[in-house]
């Protein structure tokens, strides 16, 4: 089992920054991959980043240029430096690692985070 707790979230204007980070414990696999999510209200789970175990990174194209993930392997760390955030990035952020040999998913409770305009 692998348990994820995020954190980092708050309140920013827009044109602001936020760097959130999750810690993740437990059975940790060595291949892996690690990722943000985001959920706006009144929408759908959407992928906004992800990080695999060597280190290849891949951004949905709305947060290009603006967020950059990161994770330390050693400390079990993932961290999203959001940069520029607008409106539109509100929402309720969630930690995700998957375990590819299992296929399994694990899931942060979330953190919130609100631009406001």
């Known amino acids: 089992q692998v348990q994820l707790a995020e954190s980092g979230g708050g309140l920013v204007q827009a044109g602001g920054s936020l760097r959130l980070s999750c810690a993740a414990s437990?059975?940790?696999?060595?291949?892996?991959?690690m990722g943000w999510y985001r959920q706006a209200p009144g929408k759908q789970r959407e992928l906004v980043a992800t990080v695999t175990s060597g280190g290849s990174t891949s951004y949905t194209d709305s947060v290009k240029g603006r967020f950059t993930i990161s994770r330390d392997n050693t400390k079990n760390t993932m961290a999203l430096q959001m940069n520029s955030l607008t409106p539109e990035d509100t929402a309720v952020y969630y930690c995700n690692f998957k375990n590819i040999m299992s296929s399994m998913n694990y899931w942060g409770k979330g953190t919130q985070v609100t631009v406001s305009s």
């Open positions: 437990g059975r940790i696999s060595n291949i892996n991959v």
